[in-house]
């Protein structure tokens, strides 16, 4: 079997583009499987993700996040910068456009700037409360855990938020794993060390 698919990157987030526009590549039952065997890094292609690109019933384009762990998201800002860009040199779209996730319609907006592609999109509304991250327990989500102070949010899909001063000194390799797979997070979280540098301005390692 011969299978075309792109490697994409926003951010440093590395994803795998199957193209499902015109007929579907991997069936539904085997996206897991693809994306657990294909997204290692040491014997696949590597990546954080597997996007699929296909039609949506609603007018615009339908994109479906795979995690290296089989699970599916709900929806990542970095991914759907490189599914819009991926869409827009297919000619798939030709502007602003509409891109159906497990977290909603989302809104995308393109443009250039100095012949570079740029694509900001409505990014859904976070939520805190443990019920929609999801996480255990009641309220807002705020845990001591490795000795971080862990606090979560959900963006589209969970994110727990470590603040440091000292970014650069963390082992985020040997820290997140730990925290990703807590008990409190039944779905896991992806995993953000972040310094405020400015008044506006931070830096994250993920």
């Not at 996206?31 to 597997?50: M, N, P, T």
């Not at 089989?70 to 297919?90: H, L, T, V």
């Not at 990014?123 to 971080?148: N, Q, S, V, W």
Request: proline content about 6%.
């Amino acid at each position: 079997m011969e299978l075309h698919f792109t490697k994409l990157q926003g951010n440093g987030n590395d994803f795998i583009l199957i193209d499902e526009y015109e007929c579907v590549a991997i069936p539904d039952e085997m996206k897991a499987e693809f994306a657990q065997i294909y997204l290692d890094r040491r014997f696949g292609i590597g990546g954080d993700g597997v996007l699929y690109l296909s039609l949506s019933e609603q007018p615009g384009l339908k994109m479906r996040l795979f995690q290296p762990d089989g699970s599916e998201a709900e929806m990542c800002g970095n991914g759907i910068r490189c599914f819009a860009k991926y869409a827009y040199d297919q000619g798939y779209i030709k502007g602003p456009c509409k891109v159906e996730t497990l977290a909603g319609i989302i809104p995308v907006d393109i443009s250039y700037h100095d012949e570079d592609f740029l694509a900001s999109i409505g990014m859904p509304e976070p939520k805190f409360l443990r019920k929609d991250i999801p996480a255990t327990g009641d309220g807002e989500y705020k845990e001591e855990i490795g000795g971080f102070e862990v606090y979560a949010v959900n963006t589209g899909v969970p994110h727990a938020v470590i603040f440091t001063d000292a970014l650069d000194s963390v082992a985020v390799s040997e820290s997140a794993p730990p925290i990703r797979k807590h008990t409190t997070f039944p779905n896991g979280a992806n995993v953000n060390f972040v310094q405020r540098t400015g008044e506006n301005s931070l830096r994250i390692r993920t």
